[in-house]
């Protein structure tokens, strides 16, 4: 018996635990201070009413002889397929059902899309990153090559023509710097990924926060996308499910490599090593996309939104360099006067007691900025904002 070996290549995870024992030093020391967390990705808003009368159907139809569900589809609900399918057509993006599938989130797809690749591609990770693409490549046994990303080109790198990928992961608006692609830079990716035969992984779990009209929601709405991407997605952020669980990838029938259709192979996968999502969650899940959870699921978004219209005022005050806020709910700041990442954490955490995420957990490239997260409440955010705005005028 052998272990997968590629694990002993993975980086230490000890920038989260590092994070945390340097906070927990400060509270244990200040007992009386509140500390301002702006530095998780997780969301504050609870399910919207729409959502949890989805959710409430689902239980109640399993509760009866007539409407009970056992085992489904494992690749999803008609339901909701037909649903989301309906949604991406007000964008004037055409898909069939059967091209979605549903899932527990982008988190497990990320991984599990692995499946569909043989391990000696090479795996494109533009940088900075979230850490799950580089570490399920890793693990994966793929070679990984970095797109370094910085000031110059707004944190968004293009394509280089003579840099060789089959799989490239695309986040877009991005995690951890909110900077999002435009429709032409998104097409230039779409464009190279044809001509080298490779495929895209777009993640597209922040396109809910999307407000300027030239950033795509999805890369399908892109000539060309369907030849080259598999797109995924999430509710997680979109409408607060990070705690309930429910996502979907879209796999297009035009996709094909090596004479074989992708979605076919990922049909296999899924019926093979799933069995599926509740039916209470894809109830939960078709709610998002009527009339009122989109209703709903846009004022929360709008809650986090205002917290970032209240950081960016802050950060321009400041004089601050910083991408993101406007498509994203994260700004990702240079750090002034060329601290350090983790020297920037000691000043706000101390000074402030603000708490944000120290650029250098995202990898290369990352080193003297850091990302702030806009999801919490609004009280804190606006109060936090003021305290760093505060500290600011007094460097
Ligand atoms: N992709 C990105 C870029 C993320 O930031 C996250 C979560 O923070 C995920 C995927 C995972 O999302 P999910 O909750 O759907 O698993």
Known sequence: MKLNPYFADLDESYFFSEMRARTDAYAAMHPDEHLYRMGIGDVTQPLCPAVIQGLMRGVRDQSTMETFHGYLFECGTDFLRSA????????GVTL??????ITSGAGDEIGALGDLFSSDNTVLVTEPAYPAYVDTSIMGGRR????????ADGF?????????ADLIFLC?????????????????????????????LFDAAYEAFI??????????????????????????????????RCGYTIVPNALIRNGQSLRALWVRSRTTKTN?????????????????????????????????????DALDRAGLWYTGGRNAPYIWVACPNGRSSWAMFDLLLTK????????????????GFFRISMFSEPSEASAAAERFLSLMQTL
């Open 211 to 244: 407000t300027d009209s030239d950033v795509p929601h999805s890369i399908f709405e892109i000539d060309g996308a369907e030849r080259c991407a598999i797109e995924i997605c999430s509710l997680s952020k979109t409408a607060g499910f990070t705690g309930t």
């Open 84 to 91: 989301i399918a309906e949604h991406y057509a007000t964008r």
């Open 172 to 200: 877009s608006p991005n995690n951890p710097t909110g900077a999002a692609y435009t429709k032409a830079q998104l097409k230039e990716w779409v464009d190279y990924a044809n001509t080298q035969e490779a495929v895209i």
């Open 352 to 367: 402030a007691q603000i708490i944000v995420t120290p650029g250098v957990g995202f990898g290369a490239c990352s080193e």
């Open 96 to 101: 069939f059902p059967e091209e979605i599938f």
């Open 276 to 312: 599926g999502i509740s039916y209470i969650l894809q109830r939960g899940a078709e709610a998002v996309f009527t009339p009122a959870g989109q209703a709903q699921t846009k004022a929360s978004i709008a809650v986090y939104q205002e917290n970032a219209r209240i950081w960016m």
């Open 144 to 151: 990984i090559v970095h797109l370094p990303s910085g000031k």
């Open 156 to 164: 968004l790198p293009m394509p280089v023509p003579d840099l060789k």
